[in-house]
C-alpha cells in the first residue's frame, strides 16, 4: 500500500469528513466556485475587479464573490472613481506601493443599494458594461474610456455626489 493510499484511507475513516474524501469537514460553498463571480487581487498596486464566467477556477492570491443578480453593476461599481477614492482612505496600504484588498475591506465597501428609483442607472451601468465587455472580446486593447468615464459620471449620481465632492473625488 503506498502512502497516498494509506492517507487516503485514513481520511475515509474519519467521522467529519465531508463529501469528498479529502474534506476534513463538510464544505456547504463547493457550488459557489462553478458560479460566475466578481474576482480581484488581494495584494495589487490598484484594485481591479473583473468578472468571470461560470466554470472558471481562480487562483488563490485571489478572491471573489457571487450573487444571483446585479454582478455586473457591483462590479463597475467597484471599479468606479469613487470607491478608488474611498480605497485610498480606507484599505490598508502598503507604503506607496500598493493595497492589501482582503475580503473583510471588500465586504463594507459602501455600494449603493438597488431601489425602484435608481433602478434605471443600474440598468444603465449593466448596460456600459455589456458595451465594455463586447468591445474588449473584439479587441483586449480596445479603448473603453468613454464608457467607463459614463459609469463613473452614474456612479457620482448613485452616491448623490456634489461638484465639489466630484472634483475631491478625481484628485482636483
Not at 18 to 32: F, H
Not at 39 to 68: K, N
Not at 75 to 99: C, D, E, P, R
Amino acid at each position: 500500500m503506498s502512502h497516498l493510499s494509506r492517507f487516503e484511507a485514513k481520511a475515509r475513516a474519519r467521522d467529519d469528513q465531508g463529501d469528498y474524501w479529502w474534506e476534513l469537514r463538510p464544505c456547504a460553498y463547493y457550488p459557489e466556485f462553478e458560479k460566475e463571480k466578481v474576482v480581484w487581487q488581494r495584494i495589487t498596486r490598484e484594485p481591479t475587479f473583473c468578472l468571470v464566467d461560470s466554470g472558471i477556477y481562480i487562483l488563490d492570491s485571489m478572491a471573489f464573490f457571487v450573487s444571483d443578480q446585479y454582478l455586473k453593476y457591483e462590479m463597475a461599481v467597484l471599479n468606479s472613481s469613487t470607491i478608488l477614492y474611498y480605497t485610498n482612505k480606507v484599505v490598508h496600504q502598503y507604503g506607496f506601493t500598493g493595497f492589501r484588498l482582503a475580503n473583510q475591506y471588500v465586504e463594507v465597501m459602501p455600494i449603493p443599494l438597488i431601489t425602484p428609483q435608481n433602478q434605471p442607472l443600474v440598468a444603465q451601468i449593466e448596460a456600459f458594461v455589456d458595451e465594455i465587455l463586447a468591445r474588449k472580446r473584439g479587441n483586449p486593447n480596445a479603448d473603453t474610456r468613454d464608457l467607463e468615464r459614463a459609469i463613473d459620471d452614474i456612479v457620482y449620481r448613485l452616491y448623490d455626489l456634489s461638484p465639489d465632492e466630484i472634483r475631491l473625488v478625481e484628485g482636483g
